[in-house]
């Protein structure tokens, strides 16, 4: 087989060749305006009010003054901070999503190591990684906090399992930091040890620590934030509104109802496109605790009745993701020589296929970029004219592009800003129209239009 310093050679190269392939979509994405306000618009403005005045606050996200923490609990966020301060542009933005996705190759590699996997399947799974469909994908859709699970998730488990408090510790603390349904996929993780690995004590405790953290977040967002998205979760909740628990009640007291939850042809779509590379590893012989590891998939993904948590095109998949590859290793280590390499061969061969099906077409926003590069340009410079101080309302795929101004709204959110700036290849406008409700138009290409309020 592989000698180790050409399997971490290959680690590398993945490295690069992932966080190159997501910066370079993504970063092609926001220079064609086409990163819509939710949510690129939304982060963009906020890191700027973040290295300005360290405060995550938006205007475009609830149509006033508030903190992205009343929204969702993320301190996580401010790790990239750093990074933006020296190059403050939503360009930056996307390239730090690239990398921390990326960076999740490190602690599967010591996984790997850790569980003694053949150096070839090692090297298999590393370029599995890189072409897993839903991960590039979920980064398609633009920066989210959620891409931190990625790498954050398979260091608890690195922590867990080499038993390192230190690497466990800070890894957990950073999981919590990144979203208030972390603690979802760590006390899926808690359970595991304790019921799979025979880890009684940690295992208790991290499952106690998540339930407590994701308890106090939810509480902290109810009581003085936005709220949290429940309604993602209607069919689960048996009153208007309900809780979390609810959900959680609802799969425990209803099993059966929750299971015909997740026979939709889009969700039967969604676990293939996620199951089929190691399809053949989940059907062999398992132990049944193992299967605590799909949990998050299951209840996160599959049973809501919310579109865009089971498709691969956006945000939701980071974590269902690395949980599926640490089982993937758990089943691997199981095997003998040759069949790891086959397996892990086969997840490669079916990933690159998924990849090529549904992923490798993302790069029509290089191709848009490079031939119509000189009109993109033009129409940042457009912006321009409009005066920095200056509250601006704007066409959704404009506001990422507007994010320096402190006052920043969507058009469909109906407030009356100093300035109007219309996307005309999605939105038509109408001077006259406009003119009557006291704008007046200041500036018009063919791509778009700006009006100032008399």
């Given at each position: 087989?592989?000698?180790?310093?050409?399997?971490?050679?290959?680690?590398?190269?993945?490295?690069?060749?992932?966080?190159?392939?997501?910066?370079?979509?993504?970063?092609?994405?926001?220079?064609?305006?086409?990163?819509?306000?939710?949510?690129?618009?939304?982060?963009?403005?906020?890191?700027?009010?973040?290295?300005?005045?360290g405060a995550p606050v938006t205007t475009c996200e609830r149509n006033l003054a508030l903190s992205h923490f009343q929204v969702h609990t993320s301190p996580i966020f401010y790790v990239l901070l750093p990074l933006y301060a020296i190059w403050p542009s939503p360009v930056t933005l996307q390239i730090g999503q690239a990398l921390v996705t990326a960076s999740g190759l490190i602690p599967l590699y010591f996984l790997c190591r850790r569980h003694r996997l053949d150096a070839t399947a090692t090297l298999f799974l590393a370029v599995a990684y890189l072409l897993f469909p839903a991960l590039s994908g979920s980064c398609f859709y633009d920066l989210h906090e959620n891409c931190f699970l990625a790498?954050?998730?398979?260091?608890?488990?690195?922590?867990?399992?080499?038993?390192?408090?230190?690497?466990?510790?800070?890894?957990?603390?950073?999981?919590?930091?990144?979203?208030?349904?972390?603690?979802?996929?760590?006390?899926?993780?808690?359970?595991?040890?304790?019921?799979?690995?025979?880890?009684?004590?940690?295992?208790?405790?991290?499952?106690?620590?998540?339930?407590?953290?994701?308890?106090?977040?939810?509480?902290?967002?109810?009581?003085?934030?936005?709220?949290?998205?429940?309604?993602?979760?209607?069919?689960?909740?048996?009153?208007?509104?309900?809780?979390?628990?609810?959900?959680?009640?609802?799969?425990?007291?209803?099993?059966?109802?929750?299971?015909?939850?997740?026979?939709?042809?889009?969700?039967?779509?969604?676990?293939?496109?996620?199951?089929?590379?190691?399809?053949?590893?989940?059907?062999?012989?398992?132990?049944?605790?193992?299967?605590?590891?799909?949990?998050?998939?299951?209840?996160?993904?599959?049973?809501?009745?919310?579109?865009?948590?089971?498709?691969?095109?956006?945000?939701?998949?980071?974590?269902?993701?690395?949980?599926?590859?640490?089982?993937?290793?758990?089943?691997?280590?199981?095997?003998?020589?040759?069949?790891?390499?086959?397996?892990?061969?086969?997840?490669?061969?079916?990933?690159?296929?998924?990849?090529?099906?549904?992923?490798?077409?993302?790069?029509?926003?290089?191709?848009?970029?490079?031939?119509?590069?000189?009109?993109?340009?033009?129409?940042?410079?457009?912006?321009?004219?409009?005066?920095?101080?200056?509250?601006?309302?704007?066409?959704?795929?404009?506001?990422?592009?507007?994010?320096?101004?402190?006052?920043?709204?969507?058009?469909?959110?109906?407030?009356?800003?100093?300035?109007?700036?219309?996307?005309?290849?999605?939105?038509?406008?109408?001077?006259?129209?406009?003119?009557?409700?006291?704008?007046?138009?200041?500036?018009?290409?063919?791509?778009?239009?700006?009006?100032?309020?008399?």
């Open positions: 087989g592989p000698g180790e310093k050409f399997v971490r050679r290959t680690y590398a190269i993945c490295f690069l060749l992932l966080s190159g392939w997501i910066g370079l979509v993504t970063v092609c994405r926001y220079l064609v305006f086409r990163a819509p306000c939710f949510d690129m618009g939304i982060f963009s403005q906020m890191f700027e009010s973040m290295r300005r005045t790498p954050c998730l398979l260091w608890v488990v690195y922590g867990m399992t080499a038993k390192k408090t230190w690497v466990l510790a800070l890894s957990v603390v950073a999981t919590l930091a990144i979203k208030e349904d972390a603690g979802i996929y760590l006390a899926f993780l808690g359970l595991y040890f304790w019921m799979g690995e025979k880890r009684r004590k940690t295992g208790l405790l991290l499952f106690f620590v998540s339930v407590v953290a994701f308890g106090a977040a939810t509480w902290y967002l109810s009581r003085y934030g936005d709220g949290i998205l429940s309604s993602r979760f209607d069919n689960l909740l048996y009153e208007p509104g309900g809780s979390m628990i609810q959900i959680i009640k609802t799969v425990l007291i209803h099993p059966a109802y929750a299971l015909r939850e997740c026979f939709t042809i889009e969700k039967l779509q969604y676990l293939l496109l996620m199951l089929l590379p190691f399809g053949g590893l989940l059907v062999c012989k398992t132990p049944p605790a193992r299967y605590l590891l799909l949990g998050p998939m299951l209840l996160l993904n599959v049973m809501p009745d919310y579109e865009y948590l089971h498709t691969i095109n956006y945000q939701y998949n980071f974590g269902t993701t690395v949980l599926l590859f640490y089982f993937v290793i758990l089943q691997l280590s199981g095997l003998d020589q040759r069949r790891q390499r086959a397996q892990a061969l086969g997840a490669v061969l079916l990933s690159g296929l998924l990849f090529a099906g549904t992923k490798a077409g993302s790069g029509w926003y290089m191709e848009d970029y490079l031939q119509n590069r000189n009109t993109y340009q033009q129409m940042e410079e457009d912006l321009d004219r409009i005066p920095a101080d200056a509250s601006v309302t704007a066409s959704t795929y404009l506001v990422a592009h507007l994010y320096e101004h402190e006052e920043l709204y969507q058009t469909d959110s109906g407030i009356r800003s100093q300035y109007l700036a219309i996307d005309l290849r999605w939105e038509d406008s109408s001077a006259e129209k406009l003119k009557e409700t006291g704008y007046e138009l200041i500036y018009q290409s063919d791509a778009l239009a700006i009006y100032r309020r008399n």
